[in-house]
C-alpha cells in the first residue's frame, strides 16, 4: 500500500481533476465516505457538531454536515474564519449547506455526541496558534469521540508531527491512500481507527507520482519471499553465521541464530570464543557452533564461501574486537545490529567502507544506536522526520537502515521506505530486537533482496509479536513465527 505525503496527495487530485473529474465530484465522494463512517460511528439522530476550517478539508465536513443532516442526524456546523473567505471547492459545499453557520471560536460542546472535525487537513502549513489552537485543545478537552477528516486537526500528514496541538480523533478518514502521518507516531496515536475511501482517483495517478514510501504489508515484499522449493534441500537456503560475544554474553546471539533458522536459513552456526562453546553446545540443537577467539579465526571460518550471511552485534561487544570481526567478514551478505553499531559511533563513513562489497547489508538500529552512528551528522539527525531519518541515514551508509520503534521505518539508499504498523507494545522486551536480526538474517540467507527482507522481517516480527500475545519473552517470537509462516505460506499458495 502506498503512502502518499500532502503534496503527493495534492498531485494526484489535480491529475484527477484535468483528467476531467471536478473537484467539487471528488469532494462530494470525501464528504460522503465521512458520513458513512459518522453514521457506523453514531446512530441516527444522535448530535453532531462538524467544525470546519477555512480550505478544503472544511468543504469536506459542509458535504458530511449536509448528508448528515439529510440521514435524520441533528447536525451544527461551526466555521473557523469568514464565510466570504472560503474559495472554489469548499465555497460551492458552503452555498450547498442550508443551516445556520456557528462561529467556531465560542461553539459549544453542550449536548453534543459526535465532533466531526474537518478544520486543517494536507493543507496545514504551519504550527496552530491562537483560536485554532484553542479550539482544538477545547475539543481535546470536551472528551467527545471526534471523527478526523483526512488528518487529525494539527498533524502533519508527511511527518507525523504534531503541529503547535492536534486534535486526539477515535476514528480518521483519509482518502485515495493513507499518508505517512497516518502511521508514524505520534501521528498514528492521534487518528485512532483509519478508514481509507475511494473518491474515484484513478491508481494510474501512481504511475506519474511514483511513490517512494510504502505501508510494510506483504504485498511490499512477497513476490521475494523465499519459498521452499519441492525440488530443494537445505544448501540451497544459504548457510548464516552468528557472531557470538564472550562466555557471559551469548544468550542475544543464540536468540538471533534461533530466529534465523526459523525463518528458513538452511544451516545456522554460531561463531563464538572458545570460553563460550560448550555454554553455547550445551543450549543449541539444530544451531553448530564453531570456536572463532579472534577476526582471523573468523576469516578462517569464513574461507568456506558457502557461508553466504552474517549477522553481528548482538551480544558481541562493544569497541576493536567487534570492529575487527566486521572486516572479516564485510563481503557477505549482513545484518549489522547492537553492539557492532555502536562500534561505529561517529564513524559512519568508515562503516560505509567497510561494507561497500557486501551484496546485501541491512543495518537495525533502535534510535539510541541511530543517535550514535550519525553522531556528527546533524543533517541526518535533524531531519524532519522519523521516515526521513531513516532515508537519509540509508543514504549516507550505503545500507538498508531498520530505525526501529513502534512506529519502524525501512530505508533503502535508493529512498524507498516503508513504515510497519503491526508490531503491539509488548513486542518492546529485552532480546526482541536480536530476534528481528536473526530474522531478516535468515530471509538475507535464502537470498532475498535487502529492502524486501528487511520490511519482511519486521512484518513477520511484529505479527509474531501479535500471535504470541501479551506477556511475551523474546523467546516466545520465534516458537509464535510457526503460525505466521503457516498463514503467509497458505497466501501465497506455498504448500503448507
Ligand atoms: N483538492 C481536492 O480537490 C480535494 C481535497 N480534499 C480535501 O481538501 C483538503 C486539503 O485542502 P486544502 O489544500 O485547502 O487545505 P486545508 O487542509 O483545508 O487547509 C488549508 C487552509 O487552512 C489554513 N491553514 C493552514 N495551516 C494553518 C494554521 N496552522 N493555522 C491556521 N490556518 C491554517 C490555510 O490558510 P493559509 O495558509 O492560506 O493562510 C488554508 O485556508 C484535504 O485534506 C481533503 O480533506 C478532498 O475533498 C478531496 C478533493
Ligand atoms: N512501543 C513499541 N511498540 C511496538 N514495538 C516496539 C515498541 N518499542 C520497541 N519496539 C520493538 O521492539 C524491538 C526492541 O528491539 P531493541 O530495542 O533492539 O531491544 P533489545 O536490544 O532488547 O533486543 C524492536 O523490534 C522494536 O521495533
Ligand atoms: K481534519
Avoid at 27 to 54: D, I, K, T
Avoid at 109 to 117: A, K
Avoid at 315 to 342: H, S
Wanted: charged content about 20%.
Amino acid at each position: 500500500m502506498e503512502l502518499l505525503t500532502p503534496d503527493e496527495m495534492g498531485r494526484a487530485d489535480a491529475f484527477t481533476i484535468a483528467n476531467g473529474v471536478p473537484g467539487a465530484v471528488l469532494m462530494e465522494r470525501a464528504g460522503l465516505a465521512v458520513a458513512r463512517v459518522a453514521a457506523q460511528a453514531s446512530g441516527v439522530g444522535s448530535r453532531v457538531l462538524v467544525l470546519c476550517g477555512p480550505g478544503n478539508n472544511g468543504g469536506d465536513g459542509f458535504v458530511a454536515a449536509r448528508l448528515l443532516a439529510g440521514t435524520g442526524y441533528r447536525v451544527r456546523l461551526a466555521l473557523l474564519g469568514a464565510r466570504d473567505k472560503l474559495r472554489g471547492d469548499a465555497a460551492i459545499m458552503a452555498g450547498r449547506w442550508d443551516g445556520p453557520v456557528e462561529p467556531a471560536a465560542g461553539a459549544s460542546f453542550e449536548d453534543v455526541d459526535l465532533v466531526v472535525d474537518a478544520l486543517f487537513g494536507a493543507g496545514l502549513a504551519r504550527d496552530l496558534d491562537g483560536e485554532a489552537r484553542a479550539l482544538v485543545e477545547r475539543v481535546n478537552e470536551s472528551g467527545l469521540p471526534v471523527l478526523a477528516v483526512d488528518l487529525p486537526s494539527g498533524i502533519d500528514g508527511a511527518t507525523g508531527a504534531v503541529r503547535g496541538a492536534a486534535i486526539r480523533a477515535r476514528w480518521s478518514v483519509t482518502f485515495f491512500r493513507p499518508k505517512p502521518g497516518h502511521l508514524l507516531l505520534p501521528g498514528r496515536l492521534h487518528g485512532g481507527a483509519l478508514t481509507v475511501a475511494e473518491i474515484g482517483i484513478n491508481p494510474a495517478v501512481l504511475d506519474e507520482i511514483k511513490p517512494r514510501a510504502f505501508e510494510d504489508v506483504p504485498a511490499l515484499w512477497e513476490r521475494h519471499f523465499p519459498v521452499p522449493r519441492t525440488d530443494g534441500h537445505k544448501y540451497m537456503r544459504g548457510h548464516l553465521v552468528a557472531v557470538s560475544g564472550p562466555a557471559q554474553a551469548t544468550g542475544a546471539t543464540r536468540l538471533t541464530a534461533r530466529a534465523a533458522l526459523r525463518a528458513g536459513a538452511g544451516l545456522v552456526t554460531v561463531a563464538c570464543p572458545a570460553p563460550a562453546l560448550p555454554i553455547h553446545a550445551a543450549n543449541l540443537s539444530a544451531i553448530m557452533v564453531r570456536p572463532v577467539d579472534d577476526a582471523a579465526d573468523l576469516a578462517r571460518l569464513l574461507a568456506d564461501r558457502r557461508l553466504t550471511t552474517l549477522v553481528i552485534g548482538p551480544g558481541v561487544g562493544v569497541g576493536q574486537g567487534a570492529r575487527d570481526r566486521l572486516v572479516a567478514c564485510a563481503d557477505r551478505r549482513l545484518v549489522l545490529d547492537a553492539d557492532l553499531i555502536t562500534s561505529f559511533k561517529g564513524d559512519v563513513d568508515t562503516l560505509a567502507g567497510l561494507i561497500k562489497g557486501s551484496p546485501a547489508a541491512i543495518a537495525t538500529p533502535h534510535d539510541g544506536e541511530f543517535a550514535r552512528l550519525f553522531d556528527g551528522c546533524p543533517d541526518i539527525l535533524g531531519a524532519p522526520s522519523k521516515l526521513e531519518r531513516a532515508r537519509a541515514g540509508a543514504a549516507r551508509l550505503g545500507a538498508v537502515i531498520v530505525l526501529k520503534g513502534p512506529d519502524t521505518v525501512i530505508a533503502a539508499p535508493d529512498g524507498r521506505a516503508a513504515i510497519a504498523a503491526n508490531a503491539p507494545p509488548w513486542l518492546a522486551t529485552a532480546g526482541a530486537g536480536d530476534v528481528l536480526a536473526g530474522i531478516a538474517g535468515g530471509l538475507l540467507a535464502q537470498g532475498m533482496p535487502a529492502f524486501e527482507a528487511a520490511a519482511g522481517a519486521v512484518w513477520l516480527h511484529g505479527e509474531a509479536a501479535q500471535e504470541a500475545g501479551p506477556g511475551l519473552v523474546a523467546d516466545d517470537l520465534v516458537d509464535a513465527l510457526r503460525p505466521v509462516y503457516r498463514r503467509l505460506f497458505a497466501r501465497l499458495g506455498a504448500p503448507v
